[in-house]
C-alpha cells in the first residue's frame, strides 16, 4: 500500500505541474509534432505513426489526455513502443592532448585540429608525409555538412511564394463566401489537371501560384457573381532528384517540391573527401542552369545561385580543385580550395583574419619538396610589408602557418562596446590605443567618448595601479595624448553613452489594428503601447490576453526548480526507507521499479520552464486601463499577445470524455461534465478546478455556489489521492505543487511568431 499510495502522489504532482505549464494556443502550435521537414522540404520518419487518444478531441485537450495516460502507474517500466524513433547521439570528438603527440589518421575535425599545440604541429610537418598531411587538415566548409539541420517546420507550414510552380501532387484550398459558402481542398492530378467543386476543370500544371489564383477566380466567376475567395496551398508535393560525382552519398532523393540545391546537398551529407566546395553544378534536361560555389554563401551570405529543384535533377559534384593550408592563429584554421590565383592576403582574410593572439612578426610559408614540408618563406609580416601579402602568391599544397604571442608578456584586455571585445597580442610600448580598438572592429554607435585604461606597474615595494581617462575622439584621431603606447595586461574600458538603455523594444501581437515590435522610451505603459497598435479589433478576447516578462519569467523559473528539488528529496527519501524495509527480493524489486519511474517523471519536471506570464485584465477601450493597476510599465523584452475570441469551454482530467464544448450562457462546470460523460470512477469530486483564460485558476469542487463559467475557461478535474499515515504529507505536496504554479502564472509561451 505505501509504495502505491506515493506512485497516486508523484503522478498528481506531474499532472498539476504539467496543466499549469500549457495554454490552448500552445497545443495548436504542437499538433503537428512528429513531423519534420528540412527546408524547405519534408522528411517523415519510417515507422512513425500519429499519436492515439480520445477520438474528437482538440489538440490542446489532446495533449492533456495524452499526459495523464503517459504518467498513469505501471507495474514494470515501460517499454519502447513500435515505430518509436530515438535520436541518435551526437558523438563528441575527442580533443587531442596538449603536448601528446599527433596520431596520423584520418581527417580531422575543425575543433580538434584548433586544439593542437605548436609543438604537436611541429611534430606533424616534421614527421608526416606531405600527402598525408592535406588528409588531416580540416576542409572549410565540411562541418557545414556534419549533421542535419536541428530544426524543421513542417511542409503545411511552409510559405509558397507568387512564382511557386504547380504541379500534380500538390494540394489547393480553396475558400468561397458569399452568394455561395463552402470550402474545399483538391489535389492537382497526375495529368496536371485541377477539379473545381461546381465549376469544372482548369489546367493546373505549370502555372505559378499568382496564375493559379486568378485563373481559379476567373472560372468561378463564369457561374456566380457577388462572392469573395481564398485560395492556399495545402500539403506540398514531393521530387525525385540525383546527387552524384563526389558526394558524401550519392544516390536519388526524394525532397519537398520548395526544396534548393542546399537541401540535397544537406540530404546526401555534402561533397566527399575528394569532391569539390566550388565547382557543383545542377543539370536539368541535359544543359546546366547553374553553378554553384559553396564559398560564396559560407563566406558572403551569398544564395543567389541556390536555386529551387525541379523533378528529375541532376546534383553534380566535381573534383576538389588546389588545396591550400592555413594553420595557428588564424580564426578559421584549414584546407581552401583554390578556383583562382589566391596572394597571401586574401587568404588570411578567407580564414577570417588574425586572432587577437596572432603575433604578427613571424609568419611561416612551407611548400612541398621531396614529399615532406620544407619552410619556403619564413620572416616578419610587418617587414614583409602590405605589398608582399598582396605579390606572394600560393600554390597547391602550400602551408601558412602563423604563430601565437606569449600570453604572459604581450597581452591587453578591451571591453565596452566595441565590436569584438577579448585579448588582443600588442608590442609593449609600440602597439597604440587605435591600433587596438581597431583590430576589435572599431567602436560601436554606443560608445562614449570616454575610456579608462587600468594600468598595472611591478615596483620594489609591490604593485601600483593606475587609471588613465583617455578621450576617444581624440585617441582614434592620432592625437598622442589620448593615443598612447600600451603595455602588457592593460585593461580598456570602453564607457557606453549614459541610460543608453533609454530606449528598449517591446512585442504586440494577435487582434490589434497594426501588431508589431515597437521601440519604447522610459515611462511608457501598457496602454499606451495598445494605443500605438491601433487599438484593439473586433475581435479581440480580451480576457485571453498574454502578457509576458523576462524578469518574470526568471522569478518563476527559480520557484519552479526550488519545488522540485525539494519534491525529489522528498520522494528519494521515501524510496530509501521502502528499499530498507523490504523483507523479500520481490519487495526490493518493486521498490527499484518505482524508483525509476520516479526518475523518468522528475526528469519530466525538470525540464518544465517557465515563460514570465503575469495574470492581466484589459479594458476596452484602452484609456480605461490607464486608471487600473494593470496598465504596467513597459520593460525590455516585454510582449502581449492578444487572441481571437474563444468559442469553447475545454473539459479535462477524469471524465468519461475529454473534449472541448460550445460555450452556452448559465451553464454551470458541472454542465460541461456531464456533457464530458460526466465523472470518471477515480473523480476527485471535491478538488475540481477551473483555469481561466487569464492564465489564473480557482479551485471550485468545495464552492457551494459554482462560479460562472467564461469563454475559454477549462475545467480540470483531477484523481483521487488517498492518504495513509505514511504519506501525511502527499496532499501538503501537491497543493504546494499547484500554488506554485498559480502564483507563477507558468504557461508556455503562445505568440504567433
Known sequence: ?????????????????????????????????????????SIQAPGSAPAQGSPGLPSNLQNIQNILQNVAPAQEPPAAQPGEITAPQEETPAEAPTQAP???????????????????????????????????????????????????????????????????????RISIWGMIEDQWSVTVDRDGNLSLPGAGVIGA???????????????YSRYYTNFDLNVTMGRLRTILVYVVGNARRPGAYTVSSLATLVNALLASGGPSQTGSMRNIQVRRNGKVVTNFDMYDMLLKGDTSNDIRLMPGDVIFIGEVGQLVGIVGNVKRPGLYELKERVRLGDLIDMAGGLTGQSFKGRVQIMRVEDRRYLTLVEGDLDTLGKDFMQRFAVQDGDIVRLFPV??????????????????????????????????????????????????????????????????????????????????????????????????????????????????????????????????YTDRAFLPGAIFTRESVRESQQRSIDEMVQRLERELYTASAAGTASSLTSEDAKLVEMETQQKRRMLDVLRQTRATGRVVIRLEDPPTLLKKTPYDLLLEEGDRLHIPREAQTINV?????????????????????????GGYGRNADRSRVYLLKADGSAVRVGHLKKPPYIERGDTIIVPEKIQVVSDLRRTRDIVDIVYKTAISAAVVVDAFDD
Request: hydrophobic share 40%; with cysteine.
Open 1 to 41: 500500500m505505501y509504495r502505491r499510495m506515493w506512485k497516486f502522489a508523484f503522478i498528481w504532482s506531474l499532472v498539476f505541474i504539467t496543466l499549469m505549464c500549457l495554454s490552448p494556443l500552445t497545443f495548436e502550435a504542437q499538433a503537428q509534432e512528429g513531423s519534420v521537414s528540412a527546408p524547405g522540404g
Open 102 to 172: 599527433v596520431e596520423v589518421g584520418e581527417q580531422m575535425t575543425p575543433e580538434a585540429f584548433s586544439a593542437l599545440s605548436d609543438a604537436q604541429l611541429d611534430q606533424l610537418f616534421l614527421n608526416t608525409p606531405a600527402s598525408q598531411v592535406m588528409r588531416m587538415l580540416p576542409r572549410f566548409g565540411t562541418d557545414f555538412f556534419r549533421q542535419a539541420p536541428s530544426t524543421y517546420a513542417p511542409v503545411m507550414a511552409v510559405p509558397v511564394g507568387p512564382d511557386y510552380v504547380v504541379g500534380p501532387g500538390d494540394e489547393i
Open 205 to 219: 500544371a505549370g502555372m505559378t501560384f499568382s496564375q493559379l489564383q486568378q485563373a481559379i477566380k476567373k472560372e
Open 406 to 535: 606569449a600570453r604572459s608578456t604581450s597581452m591587453v584586455r578591451i571591453t565596452g562596446p566595441v565590436a569584438t571585445p577579448g585579448e588582443y597580442a600588442i608590442e609593449p610600448g609600440i602597439t597604440k590605443l587605435s591600433e587596438v580598438i581597431n583590430r576589435a572592429g572599431g567602436l560601436s554607435y554606443m560608445a562614449s567618448n570616454q575610456a579608462e585604461i587600468t594600468r598595472v606597474t611591478v615596483t620594489q615595494q609591490g604593485p601600483v595601479t593606475q587609471h588613465l581617462l583617455i578621450n576617444l575622439e581624440k585617441a582614434m584621431k592620432g592625437d598622442p595624448k589620448n593615443d598612447i603606447p600600451l603595455e602588457m595586461n592593460d585593461y580598456i574600458f570602453v564607457r557606453a553613452v549614459p541610460e543608453w538603455d533609454l530606449y528598449a523594444t517591446v512585442t504586440i501581437s494577435g487582434e490589434v489594428k497594426y501588431p508589431g515590435t515597437y521601440t519604447i522610451k522610459k515611462g511608457e505603459t501598457l496602454s499606451d503601447l495598445i494605443e500605438r497598435a491601433g487599438g
Open 652 to 676: 479535462a482530467g477524469n471524465v468519461l470524455n475529454p473534449s472541448s464544448f460550445i460555450f452556452e450562457p448559465y451553464s454551470t462546470y458541472n454542465d460541461y461534465i456531464e456533457k464530458a
